[in-house]
């Protein structure tokens, strides 16, 4: 078991951050990051670890140090939250607090990005022991941040911190190391086969930025059109978006969508309850999958709808290998 952060430490980090006001939406959002932190640690045997929530985090999401982990306030309700909270933790776990070694300082960064390399894949494990997510899903979840990333410094949103590669770098470098997942891992932007070599350098390729606004499939429910196809892009697109046009009622709608890969396999069940309105016409509503948990199982996808338990529909999307 290793030792807990002195207390000085933690007084001196909480001087520096300040004290931050949460949402009840916040506050639930730092407890499951806590718990998290938690059953990190009592699943690996290691001591606790201090988690502080901060909003003066500039340019990251999250950070480790001397076994206190800080997280930025905005990070609560990312969709990225749960690999950076990983990623960090894997740097804990790693004992990433250790002194650098080298003798200059281009050593020193050599080494720090190793360590960021290797908390990428650890962040895998510990989403698959810690969350139970099945290994394509905690791969691709970890791949969706650093895509983000990579989005974010194309766009000169942002600058990469020192210690870090290329965000393309590090994502090639992460889905090399699981070998095992290759079949949808290969064609992804900055996945094992989609780098070139140009004279001896490795250049990352283009990636298309995200899709603006509503990027997904549009659909009107229960049947009264034929069935909606449409083709999404596992690099390009964030999410999948079923519309559904839901035909008003004098009492609240329980509307379910289930989500079936290529396979046949029940990947995604989505609940919403449409309220009565008095307003004339058909309620717009939306069921809304996030890519990382489509992007490990390419091909013809079937969205299946009921309300109230009854059939309203079923539809179909192609997600590009």
């Known amino acids: 078991m290793r030792r807990l952060a002195a207390f000085a430490w933690l007084i001196a980090a909480l001087a520096a951050a300040g004290c931050v006001s949460l949402t009840p939406a916040q ?8 718990a998290m932190a938690d059953d990190t640690t009592r699943i690996y045997d290691v001591s606790r670890i201090s988690v502080l929530v901060g909003s003066n985090v500039d340019g990251v999401g999250g950070s480790y140090r001397r076994g206190l982990f800080t997280l930025s306030t905005p990070m609560l309700s990312s969709r990225h939250r749960d690999s950076i909270v990983a990623h960090e933790l894997a740097h804990y776990l790693l004992e990433h607090d250790r002194p650098l070694h080298g003798p200059l300082a281009l050593d020193m960064q050599r080494e720090q990005e190793l360590r960021e390399l290797d908390a990428n894949a650890k962040a895998v494990e510990i989403l698959v022991r810690v969350r139970g997510y099945r290994e394509e899903q905690a791969l691709s ?18 600058v990469i911190p020192w210690g870090h590669r290329a965000p393309c770098e590090e994502m090639s470098d992460l889905l090399r190391r699981f070998p095992a997942h290759r079949a949808w891992t290969d064609d992804l932007p900055c996945g094992p086969s989609a780098a070139t070599t140009v004279s001896g350098v490795r250049r990352p390729p283009a990636i298309t930025p995200p899709h603006e606004g509503a990027s997904g499939l549009l659909v009107r429910e229960p049947s009264s059109l034929p069935r909606a196809l449409g083709a999404f892009d596992r690099g390009r697109d964030t999410q999948v978006t079923l519309r559904l046009a839901v035909h008003p ?45 489509l992007r490990p199982y390419p091909g013809q996808w079937t969205a299946t709808v009921s309300v109230d338990g009854a059939p309203a529909g079923e539809y179909s999307f192609t997600l590009a290998r």
């Open 141 to 158: 979840l970890v791949y969706d941040h650093l895509l983000g990333f990579h989005r974010l410094v194309a766009d000169k949103r942002t």
């Open 249 to 293: 009622a004098d009492r609240p709608l329980s509307v379910v969508s289930r989500w079936y890969d290529p396979a046949g396999i029940e990947r995604r069940v989505v609940s919403r309850t449409v309220e009565p309105s008095a307003e004339a016409g058909d309620a717009w509503h939306t069921h809304s999958v996030a890519m990382w948990e």
């Open 27 to 34: 506050e639930r959002a730092a407890a499951e990051v806590r």
